[in-house]
């Protein structure tokens, strides 16, 4: 099962920042936040992740809480196209050597 | 922009029909992942590859399903008698050694078992 909790949708006005929360209250020392998203019709896509530092990259910033019970993913400047189902995923290490577990995710929908 | 190609898009077959599906990765990409989605769920993990050797399976793999990366590029995913249930998107991923905590995915082939 997934070990975060989504809120099922979002909307965000084009332009604006979009914050997304994901609770992961359970998660353990050596278990990292990933973030993927998966626009309509396509596959997911990578976004960020992060262990316990804030992590920023081209397109997103991922806000880790002191605690680690939760985070934030942000999209500083949301477009039409970044309307999509934003998955958040507790995964043991970076090494890739653990399934990705995916919940049903929050679907974001940026208007216009 | 060679990305994760999957083949076919999509797949209508019969009840107790076999289905093969095949899965492209990106050049030089040596781990080879297969999902399952369903209608409103987040992809289910099935199994992974690194290089020809399947690492690890899933519980949602049954024995009808059987999944092969012989010489450790393409990889197909082969479901036999196939049953209503089997109804899903199939997604793939690759990943780079330099980087396995990225995986990169496939648009998926669409299977409809009648």
């Known amino acids: 099962d997934a070990k975060t909790t989504q809120p099922p949708s979002m909307d965000c006005a084009e332009g604006r920042a979009a914050n997304l929360p994901c609770n992961h209250s359970t998660i353990s020392g050596n278990e990292y936040v990933y973030w993927y998203r998966q626009i309509h019709s396509q596959g997911p896509q990578y976004i960020i992740h992060g262990l316990k530092n804030n992590e920023t990259n081209e397109m997103a910033s991922l806000i880790i809480t002191e605690d680690r019970k939760s985070s934030t993913l942000i999209l500083p400047h949301a477009t039409l196209r970044d309307t999509a189902v934003y998955y958040c995923i507790v995964r043991v290490g970076d090494s890739g050597n653990t399934p990705l577990v995916f919940g049903k995710g929050t679907r974001l929908s940026v208007i216009a | 922009d060679t990305g994760v190609s999957q083949d076919p898009r999509h797949k209508i077959t019969k009840r107790g029909q076999n289905v093969t599906f095949r899965c492209d990765p990106i050049s030089e990409h040596n781990r080879l992942y297969w999902y399952r989605q369903t209608l409103g769920q987040g992809p289910e993990f099935l199994t992974y590859?690194?290089?020809?050797?399947?690492?690890?399976k899933s519980r949602l793999l049954s024995d009808r399903f059987s999944a092969e990366r012989p010489k450790g590029s393409f990889s197909t995913l082969e479901i036999q008698r196939t049953e209503q249930g089997d109804s899903a998107m199939y997604l793939c991923?690759?990943?780079?050694?330099?980087?396995?905590?990225?995986?990169?995915f496939g648009p998926g082939t669409r299977l409809t078992v009648l």
């Open positions: 991923a690759s990943s780079h050694k330099d980087r396995y905590n990225e995986q990169f």
């Open positions: 590859f690194q290089n020809e050797a399947q690492l690890e």
